[in-house]
C-alpha cells in the first residue's frame, strides 16, 4: 500500500493510517510549520494527550524514538524517521481569534480552522480540538521559562525534511498546512508539503 498526495499552502487533510504503516510528511521547500492532531480511528473520543506524551518524552521537543501517546496513555503514533528534531509541543495552532489577539489582524483564519473542516466528515468538532503538535516549528523557551513575544521564531527545516510517524493503532491523523504569516513559523511564506503513507 502506498498513498501520497500534495497539501497546498494554507490546506489540510485527514484520513487513516492502518496499524504498522507508516506516515511521512515532507517539507518540501522548508521552512514550513505543519499541525498534527491525531485520534483513535476506531473510538474518536481516544485522542492525542499532549501530557501524557510530554511526560513519557521527558523533553517539550519531540524527535525520533518519542511516542504520541492517548488521553488512554496508548501510543497513538511512534516517531521512527526524523531529519530536524526539536518539534513544537506547547504553541498550539494558529486561529482566527489568536491572529487577532496576538497580532491584531482581523479575518485572518488559520489551522483550527483548517482542524475544524478536516474533522468534519467524521463528525467531530471544536470540541475535539486539544492541544496539538507543530511540526518543523520552533517555540524556544529560555531559563527563565519565558516565551519570545511572537512565541514561534524561524524553524530550522529545509527543503526535503521530514518527520516519520508508525502507527501504533488505526490512526485517524489531521494535518493543518499552516497558512500563519503574522509569525516568523512559515518565513512569512507558506509553501505546499507531501504526505506519503506506505505499509
Known amino acids: 500500500m502506498r498513498e501520497e498526495c500534495v497539501i497546498p499552502p494554507a490546506g489540510h487533510w485527514s484520513g487513516t493510517v492502518p496499524q504498522g504503516h507508516r506516515l511521512r510528511i515532507i517539507d518540501l521547500e522548508g521552512g514550513q510549520g505543519v499541525d498534527f492532531l491525531c485520534y483513535n ?5 481516544e ?7 510530554l511526560k513519557a518524552a521527558l523533553t517539550l521537543k519531540l524527535g525520533a524514538g518519542h511516542t ?21 509541543t506547547i504553541g498550539g495552532c494558529c486561529s482566527q481569534h489568536s491572529n487577532q489577539l496576538l497580532y491584531g489582524v ?13 474533522l468534519a466528515p467524521y463528525g467531530m468538532d471544536r470540541r ?28 530550522h527545516s529545509v527543503a526535503g525534511d521530514y518527520v516519520e510517524l508508525e502507527a501504533k493503532m488505526n490512526a485517524l491523523a489531521v494535518i493543518s498546512n499552516c497558512p500563519q504569516v503574522n509569525n516568523p513559523c512559515n518565513g512569512g511564506n507558506p509553501t505546499a508539503i507531501r504526505i506519503v503513507i506506505s505499509s
Open 41 to 45: 480511528a476506531d473510538q474518536h473520543a
Open 47 to 53: 485522542r492525542y494527550h499532549a501530557p501524557n506524551t
Open 68 to 88: 504520541l501517546y492517548s488521553d488512554e496513555a496508548r501510543p497513538i503514533f511512534s516517531i521512527t524517521g526524523d531529519t530536524v528534531g526539536g518539534h513544537d
Open 106 to 118: 482581523e479575518n485572518c483564519t488559520g489551522c483550527r480552522e483548517n482542524f475544524l473542516a478536516a
Open 128 to 155: 475535539d480540538i486539544v492541544p496539538n503538535i507543530n511540526f518543523f516549528c520552533n517555540v524556544p523557551v529560555d531559563t527563565e521559562r519565558t516565551l519570545e513575544q511572537t512565541v514561534f521564531v524561524p524553524g
